[in-house]
């Protein structure tokens, strides 16, 4: 059975542009969770879909955005990158409604903003 | 707030013997607790998880206490291995808030 998958593993990005990084969860699962991971404040939770619903968003500026589809795919967009944009940004995918059961990260997409 | 906070941000262990990592949480709201490992360029990964009606809960090496009365969660690795050399996190999830806040992570470093 296949993990949470990430694409692009590594990314590196100019100050002012945006990005895209993708998210496809474990078959079955439908809730699909994004963080960022820095080492100055650990991991931060950006938001989580559920069915194409974004249920719960984290303390973000608006430049950072998601979306869910149909298949439960996930995305997320990052405009006008900031050199503090720079992390490893995480998916998590659980199959419970309400999250509360295991709930599975891909590697991650390391984004450097220079 | 309700942020989760671990109580070492290091923790250095012979091989062999048993490692204890703790973590204090702040939301007594929280019913749902999971410890994940993160090792050096990947992803965090599941550890074991434990519901707020429990005290108590094994796996295979490891044992995660929780105690609601002081809002304080433990892992127990058993007879540690150099492969459980990695960054512990745990974290906290209320109910009906579908997203998971994690302690700042504590790096286990095990010494041959």
């Known amino acids: 059975k296949a993990g949470v998958t990430q694409t692009p593993r590594y990314l590196i990005k100019t100050r002012g542009q945006q990005v895209t990084l993708s998210c496809s969860p474990i078959?079955?699962?439908?809730?699909v969770s994004w963080y960022q991971q820095t080492p100055g404040q650990g991991l931060q939770f950006l938001f989580e879909y559920f069915s194409e619903t974004q249920r719960n968003k984290g303390n973000f500026p608006g430049r950072f955005s998601g979306r869910q589809f149909s298949n439960s795919r996930s995305e997320m967009n990052v405009s006008t990158l900031e050199l503090g944009d720079s992390a490893l940004y995480l998916c998590a995918s659980s199959w419970g409604t309400l999250l509360n059961t295991e709930a599975f990260f891909g590697q991650g997409t390391r984004l450097t903003v220079v | 707030g309700e942020s989760v906070g671990l109580h070492l941000p290091t923790l250095s262990v012979q091989e062999g013997d048993n490692s204890i990592i703790n973590c204090a949480y702040s939301?007594?709201?929280?019913?749902?607790f999971i410890w994940y490992k993160q090792e050096s360029g990947k992803g965090p990964q599941f550890i074991i998880d434990i519901r707020s009606n429990m005290d108590k809960r094994q796996g295979q090496r490891v044992t995660v206490l929780l105690n609601k009365t002081v809002k304080h969660l433990s892992l127990q690795i058993a007879a540690t291995q150099p492969g459980d050399s990695a960054v512990y996190f745990c974290a906290e999830l209320p109910p009906y808030d579908y997203k998971l806040s994690f302690g700042a992570g504590t790096t286990v470093t095990v010494r041959a």
């Open positions: 078959s079955g699962h439908r809730s």
């Open positions: 939301n007594s709201a929280s019913d749902y």
